[in-house]
């Protein structure tokens, strides 16, 4: 049995496995992810199975035990007798209950090459819940010593001005997830990796990424970070000709920030997660709206202005 440890967000995981191609998959899950001695309080245990043994796994799963779904990747959470069961297409199942976490995964199928992201990535981040350590969708960076979290949807232009920003300077401590603990007054890095679209490369005089994916993997191994205190809070919105900036409050930043914490099926929110993010919100020292431009020196002038 092999066995490797990350550590996120201080808390040390040991993924044990016995197979080589396992490891593949927790190192392209986490590029580059520092790797810390210390106290090991959670251990994960990746299995490969046959189709056969997939099916007779989730077999028991019944559509009223359904607790939330992701359509676009074809997850699945399932909830069933205090245990939680993370169900990937027909690639993988993942079983935590009572301590005792095992990821399956289904080498027989045809998507496995959605395993890194959508199966080990979110069974990782549900183990962490369970120990109070929470996420929000932003990609977070160091702007005179506080962090800076630009949250919005798919697509807003965040990993393109991350990148942009992390080239001018600005230091670097997420891209797609941050974490943050139960007070809410500590933001922690989930990954070294940006990925950019291979479109905003063009437009920063860069060669295009893999293009089966359509984006380009960019691993950051200067000016990172490891956590860092909330300063500031910005919601990205859709590009227009000249960029702007606002001041915004309101139960409406509750409720988008709180969408990017779960996924927005979810019958149920953990109370911890929802206190967590309303102390979060307290700690920022300022919340504000960007709209974005294909100008990206214009959009960092403006922050850096903004943000003093």
């Given amino acids: 049995m092999t066995s490797q440890i990350y550590s996120f967000a201080d808390k040390n995981i040991k993924f044990k496995f016995s197979e080589e191609q ?8 986490f590029p580059e992810f520092s790797i810390e001695p210390g106290i090991i309080n ?3 245990n ?5 189709s056969t043994q997939f099916i007779e796994l989730t077999s028991k799963f019944k559509s009223n035990n359904l607790t939330a779904s992701h359509p676009e990747s074809g997850l699945e959470y399932f909830c069933d007798s205090g245990s939680l069961y993370i169900k990937l297409r027909d690639a993988g199942v993942s079983e935590l209950n009572s301590g005792k976490y095992n990821i399956y995964i289904n080498k027989n199928s045809n998507a496995l090459r959605l395993v890194p992201d959508f199966l080990i990535q979110p069974t990782v981040l549900e183990i962490l819940r369970m120990k109070n350590v929470f996420f929000f969708h932003s990609g977070t960076l160091s702007f005179k ?3 800076v979290s ?3 949807l798919s697509g807003a232009g965040k990993s393109t001005l991350i990148y942009s920003l992390v080239k001018s300077g600005w230091k670097f401590l997420s891209d797609d997830l941050t974490l943050f603990n139960l007070n809410g007054d500590k933001l922690f890095s989930f990954g070294k990796d940006i990925k950019v679209p291979i479109d905003s490369l063009k437009l920063l005089g860069e060669n295009s990424g ?10 950051i191994s200067d000016n ?12 990205l919105e859709d590009r227009k000709n000249v960029p702007a900036i606002s001041e915004v409050s309101g139960t409406g930043v509750l409720q988008k920030l709180l969408g990017s914490s779960i996924i927005p099926t979810f019958k149920d929110v953990n109370s911890e997660n929802f206190q967590a993010i309303n102390k979060l919100l307290d700690n920022y020292k300022g919340i504000y709206q960007l709209t974005l431009s294909n100008n990206l020196n214009e959009v960092k002038s403006l922050l850096e202005v903004t943000l003093g």
Avoid: C, R, W
């Avoid at 396992?22 to 899950?29: F, G, N, Q, S």
């Avoid at 990746?46 to 046959?50: A, C, G, K, Q, V």
């Avoid at 893999?210 to 691993?219: A, R, V």
């Fill in 42 to 44: 959670i251990e994960v």
């Fill in 145 to 147: 010593g506080l962090g």
């Fill in 224 to 235: 990172y970070l490891e956590s860092i205190n909330p300063g500031y809070l910005i919601f």
């Fill in 22 to 29: 396992l490891k593949d998959y927790i190192e392209t899950a």
């Fill in 150 to 152: 630009f949250t919005g």
């Fill in 210 to 219: 893999n293009i089966l994916t359509g984006k380009k993997q960019i691993i």
């Fill in 46 to 50: 990746l299995s490969l199975i046959n």
